[in-house]
């Protein structure tokens, strides 16, 4: 399947307002379905939550987004954090847990989750190595397409290098980080950026070797639908290949320009509908929009939640 089949057609994201709404199960022969709920990670208002924690938690909440997506909890107490949620009548399902805390204050963050009732804890990013520099790049090399929808290694952005060896550790770190999870009665994930698609010693993508090195009853995957189609690499292929892995996507815009930089969902080129349409074969049960560098964050994703909310697949 090529990337352009991933960008809308004009007229083909947005159909009627009378459709049903989808509840997880439906099969798409039921007709038109519509997202069971809307989620917002909570870094894309980083800047207001620091000024403003309980007013801009209740802001986001008040546009309609229900599911809130914690970085981090800005000095308040899980206890805090779970008396605000029921207050605004909100929920969270995870939080993004940095790499060290994971690794060394593991049952602390296991327990918070558990104070606030969320299900998973989030990986966001690997830790980073940078001992081996990036391989050169062509600039001026067209991009082309490759089976599977990867770019040559030329055309990708530059990133980390990981060696064969790192690859198969973390993925040993992600299983003993599940199986604890599990056994506290949550679940783990890990959220990619784009360099996870890179070949590793010239091999399979790393993305790859950690969906087949992670056991799929510890590790689940939140894909971010951004950073998967910028490294050019095909969402579809990865549900078809590693069904039922993908429980939570990230959500968001792509400009329609070279640079395809991110944008408010529905400002862009990516069909949404055409992706979410395969939830059943992803395992999909979370979709969580998110602006890494938005100018104004409550417009962004002000415009984010309207597009959602009349996007039927």
């Not at 954090?81 to 690794?103: E, F, I, M, R, W």
């Not at 790049?137 to 040559?152: H, I, K, L, V």
Request: hydrophobic fraction near 35%; include cysteine.
């Amino acid at each position: 399947m090529k990337r352009r089949e991933f960008f809308k057609i004009s007229g083909g994201a947005i159909l009627g307002a009378t459709a049903l709404p989808y509840f997880p199960g439906c099969s798409p022969s039921s007709g038109p379905r519509k997202l069971p709920h809307i989620g917002l990670q909570l870094y894309t208002v980083r800047d207001l939550m620091q000024k403003d924690f309980e007013g801009t938690i209740e802001k986001v909440v008040s546009l309609g987004y229900t599911q809130l997506e914690f970085a981090g909890y800005y000095n308040r107490t899980p206890q805090e954090v779970k008396a605000l949620l029921d207050k605004v009548k909100a929920a969270s399902p995870g939080n993004h847990t940095q790499y060290n805390d994971l690794k060394d204050n593991l049952q602390a963050s296991i327990e918070s989750a558990r104070i606030i009732g969320q299900e998973y804890l989030i990986l966001p990013m690997l830790p980073m190595n940078w001992s081996r520099p990036p391989r050169p790049r062509n600039e001026d090399a067209p991009r082309q397409e490759t089976e599977g929808g990867t770019r040559p290694q030329s055309q990708r952005p530059p990133g980390p290098q990981f060696s064969k060896d790192d690859v198969l550790q973390h993925a040993e770190f992600m299983n003993n980080v599940g199986k604890a999870c599990i056994e506290a009665g949550l679940r783990f994930a890990y959220h990619n950026h784009s360099f996870e698609f890179n070949p590793v010693e010239e091999e399979m993508p790393m993305y790859d070797m950690l969906l087949q090195n992670t056991n799929p009853e510890l590790v689940d995957m939140e894909l971010d639908l951004y950073w998967i189609i910028k490294a050019g690499a095909d969402p579809l292929a990865y549900f078809e290949k590693y069904p039922g892995r993908f429980k939570l996507c990230h959500v968001k815009g792509m400009a329609n320009d070279e640079q395809e930089n991110m944008t408010a969902v529905g400002d862009g080129k990516i069909d949404f509908a055409k992706i979410f349409a395969q939830s059943e074969q992803a395992g999909l049960k979370y979709y969580i929009v998110e602006h890494d560098r938005p100018e104004d964050a409550i417009a962004s994703i002000t415009e984010s939640i309207t597009y959602l909310n009349n996007l039927t697949y």
